[in-house]
């Protein structure tokens, strides 16, 4: 059985398993965020939360491994109580099942730190690996530092610093030596530990072939991406909480998350034993090294192929309220603006601009205003607009999107998002596609906003007035966006030609075929929302 199988490690974890032959089962607070994973059908998934006893033993019935991938990173005060909770209930309930073994990916602490002197996250990781080792159930602590793939925080903080910033003014934690390990490395190890001895009960430390500082990263990231060399100035005055700040502002990874992992640089985390190649052996060639790593995440970026993010998992603290269906619903006040258009463009052409709104493509009106209310989310923590999409073209069940995550989506028909900003109450945007009469389509969209208090109810009124600009432009152009991508692809089909006699061609969103079809999307970046685009578009 395998935890945590809707974030980064985990929903990776589950394919190598079931390519090993195990036969896999998933615990998930919310089941539908893995219906659409491509080997959802091949698993078993049941619903349970790490924190309830009965769901947890209930869960790992005749389980013989179970793989522990939960913890509260960025999960605010009391964190630690909550992770500890959990092991121990975790590990109670494998034991009264009668699971022959537990594996915990956990985080690699410095050999003779004392533990009150490491960062609370990482003093947190350790807690729950030595709960979890005299749970009774023979457990394997894999304890890692950096973790190098395509969508790993890490990788992001890595990347988005060093293509981003070609002169930096660093913290002092860019001189400390760290031994970072490929994804794919851990996948490994991961999947071995499933048949390890019963008599094993201990830690692991597990890192790749390499021990250098993040500095010598950033270079050697800039030289795999083609970069011109970066200048790196380390100063003494960033703290990680400062440091945690000036990496939000940077990348994508918000400075809720990015502060335990500035922190766990503050010491030296290098490996002090490779045992674990005892069990499971290192492949032909030896662990993947830094640059391969690297170019290997890069790649999977460039095809669109990152199976999971750093942001797969729920924030902490996001709303999990089940969307009011009742216009009349019970649970108080519900402020709803609702705006529907008719579109000259068939369903499949409005589906593609629905199914590929945000990241870069944007959200199709005032882009001012979306970019003002990205920053002010990241200024009282939040995610903002920064972690864009998994998949340029493609969202399923449970993925972020920006501000927002899909809680619902049938393909061709409905897109439900859940927001994920700070707001004083619960919202969603919910954009729905219906066939019209003479290959016309129907394009719904509602914004919902249920409100908590006094202060929801003033947020509402406040930001109604702007409504008619932000959400009547969204309708306005997403409409303009399909009849234009509508009606190119009719004239590609026909193999008709523009008006100034050139073949017409449509707006293309990256080299290469299109998965699911050849019809084009809109170009990201090639309109801002909000503004008609000059060709092929009819204005109303």
């Known amino acids: 059985m395998v935890t945590g199988a809707t974030g980064y490690i985990g929903g990776r974890l589950v394919p190598e398993l079931l390519a090993a032959g195990h036969t896999v089962r998933c615990m998930a607070r919310t089941p539908g965020k893995l219906r659409d994973h491509p080997w959802a059908d091949r698993v078993e998934v049941v619903r349970g939360d790490v924190t309830d006893a009965s769901s947890v033993r209930a869960a790992l019935e005749g389980v013989d491994v179970a793989y522990y991938l939960v913890h509260s990173m960025g999960g605010g005060l009391g964190f630690e109580d909550t992770d500890r909770e959990a092991a121990r209930t975790f590990g109670e309930g494998a034991r009264a099942a009668g699971?022959?073994?537990?594996?915990?990916?956990?985080?690699?602490?410095?050999?003779?730190?004392?533990?009150?002197?490491?960062s609370p996250h990482l003093r947190s990781r350790a807690e729950v690996g030595r709960l979890l080792l005299e749970s009774g159930v023979p457990t394997a602590v894999l304890r890692a530092a950096v973790v190098i793939g395509s969508g790993s925080a890490s990788f992001e903080i890595l990347r988005y610093l060093t293509e981003r910033l070609p002169v930096m003014i660093t913290p002092t934690w860019v001189r400390t030596r760290l031994q970072p390990i490929a994804v794919r490395d851990v996948l490994r190890l991961l999947v071995g530990c499933a048949t390890l001895p019963a008599e094993v009960n201990r830690t692991f430390d597990i890192g790749g072939p390499e021990v250098l500082t993040y500095h010598e990263m950033m270079r050697r990231y800039a030289a795999v991406a083609g970069l011109p060399k970066r200048l790196i100035v380390p100063v003494p005055?960033?703290?990680?909480?400062?440091?945690?700040?000036?990496?939000?502002?940077?990348?994508?990874?918000?400075?809720?998350?990015?502060?335990?992992?500035?922190?766990?640089?503050r010491h030296e985390v290098v490996c002090a034993e490779h045992d674990i190649t005892r069990y499971v052996p290192d492949p032909p060639g030896g662990p993947v090294g830094l640059d391969r790593a690297l170019r290997l995440a890069l790649k999977r970026i460039k095809d669109a192929e990152v199976a999971t993010?750093?942001?797969?998992?729920?924030?902490?603290?996001?709303?999990?309220?089940?969307?009011?269906?009742?216009p009349d619903w019970a649970g108080g006040s519900l402020y709803t603006d609702v705006r529907e258009r008719e579109v000259?463009?068939?369903?499949?052409?409005?589906?593609?601009?629905?199914?590929?709104?945000?990241?870069?493509?944007?959200?199709y009106s005032s882009p001012l205003a979306w970019a003002v209310r990205g920053r002010l989310d990241r200024l009282v923590g939040g995610v903002g607009l920064t972690r864009g999409r998994r998949d340029a073209e493609r969202l399923r069940a449970g993925d972020s999107l920006d501000f927002w995550r899909v809680e619902e989506i049938?393909?061709?028909?409905?897109?439900?998002?859940?927001?994920?900003m700070r707001l004083p109450g619960l919202a969603w945007l919910e954009l729905t596609v219906e066939r019209g009469p003479a290959g016309r389509s129907v394009y719904r969209q509602r914004a919902l906003f249920h409100p908590h208090g006094l202060s929801g109810q003033a947020y509402w009124w406040g930001v109604s007035p702007f409504h008619a600009v932000v959400f009547g432009g969204m309708a306005r152009n997403i409409a303009s966006a399909a009849e234009a991508t509508g009606s190119t692809s009719a004239a590609?089909?026909?193999?008709?030609?523009?008006?100034?006699?050139?073949?017409?061609?449509?707006?293309?969103?990256?080299?290469?075929?299109?998965?699911?079809?050849d019809a084009a999307r809109p170009a990201p970046r090639s309109w801002l929302p909000g503004r008609p685009r000059r060709r092929g578009v009819r204005r109303r």
């Open 99 to 118: 699971v022959g073994r537990i594996v915990y990916l956990g985080g690699l602490t410095p050999p003779g730190v004392p533990e009150e002197e490491l």
């Open 237 to 265: 005055v960033l703290s990680p909480r400062l440091s945690s700040h000036w990496i939000g502002l940077v990348t994508p990874v918000p400075a809720a998350i990015a502060r335990p992992l500035t922190e766990s640089l």
């Open 309 to 326: 993010r750093w942001s797969s998992a729920s924030v902490p603290g996001a709303p999990s309220d089940p969307l009011p269906t009742d």
């Open 344 to 363: 000259n463009a068939p369903p499949e052409a409005l589906w593609r601009v629905v199914e590929g709104i945000g990241g870069e493509h944007g959200w």
């Open 410 to 420: 049938e393909p061709g028909r409905l897109l439900r998002l859940r927001a994920e």
């Open 492 to 517: 590609e089909a026909t193999g008709s030609t523009s008006a100034t006699g050139g073949p017409a061609t449509a707006p293309s969103v990256g080299a290469g075929p299109r998965r699911g079809g």
